[in-house]
């Protein structure tokens, strides 16, 4: 089986300073990682995806992620955040039948 | 990417009755699931549709609550049965193209049981 857990439930930040949501996951075989954001009212959208090619993986808007093996992590980070960088993200495992974290609200201050 | 539009965006219900919400995606596509979104909480996958055979559904889910049609490669059902305020939800369909390892949401259809 696979899971993933996302360690903060929120995470504040200032606007213009560093973003870093983190996320492990378990699982039995080599996985595919994705990070997806969820804005207000809004659907879901694909940040990026890690699917056994490159170890670190530039999304939209900025974001990147790092796939750890050793660590079984996949955090991600943006150098600096924006005020509409709020939202709720998700770290999700699997091919196909995707397994979602509780999710990180992200919320960013002036 | 893909085109996806849910109908109905939004229903308010009463419990005891039934709502079907359509997914329709602007191309055809090899995989169509359908999730539930309980209020503030994750996303958690009801069942895959299957094209021409019944839907797969996940541990705790049944055809007979959720019952699924796909019939053909673009659209899909799904019908929330004998609903219940527990069912107030939003429910999401998704689609994954041939070879193609990301996955697309639809807008959703935010479900709301009196």
């Known amino acids: 089986a696979q899971s993933v857990t996302q360690l903060d439930s929120h995470v504040s930040v200032s606007e213009g300073t560093p973003v870093l949501l983190r996320c492990n996951y378990s699982?039995?075989?080599?996985?595919?990682l994705f990070w997806y954001v969820q804005h207000p009212n809004k659907g879901l959208q694909l940040l990026l995806k890690?699917?056994?090619?490159?170890?670190l993986v530039k999304g939209i808007n900025g974001f990147e992620a790092e796939f750890k093996k050793s660590e079984t992590s996949f955090h991600l980070t943006k150098p600096s955040a924006h005020m509409s960088d709020a939202a709720e993200y998700f770290c999700?495992?699997?091919?196909?039948?995707?397994?979602f974290g509780t999710g990180t609200r992200l919320l960013v201050s002036p | 990417s893909a085109v996806i539009s849910q109908k109905p965006s939004r229903d308010i219900c009463q419990r005891g009755t039934s709502l079907t919400i359509q997914c329709q995606v602007d191309?055809?596509?090899?995989?169509m699931f359908w999730y539930r979104q309980q209020p503030g909480q994750s996303l958690t996958l009801i069942a895959t549709?299957?094209?021409?055979?019944?839907?797969?559904?996940e541990s705790g889910f049944v055809i007979d609550k959720f019952p699924i049609s796909r019939p053909n490669l673009t659209f899909s059902t799904l019908t929330v049965s004998n609903m219940s305020p527990e069912d107030s939800s939003i429910y999401l369909c998704?689609?994954?193209?041939?070879?193609?390892?990301?996955?697309?949401f639809g807008p959703g259809t935010r479900l709301t049981v009196t």
């Open positions: 999700v495992v699997g091919f196909q039948k995707l397994v």
């Open positions: 699982s039995s075989y080599s996985p595919s």
């Open positions: 549709a299957n094209q021409g055979s019944e839907a797969t559904y």
């Open positions: 191309s055809q596509v090899t995989m």
């Open positions: 890690y699917t056994s090619a490159a170890t």
């Open positions: 998704s689609v994954v193209r041939s070879g193609n390892h990301e996955q697309y």
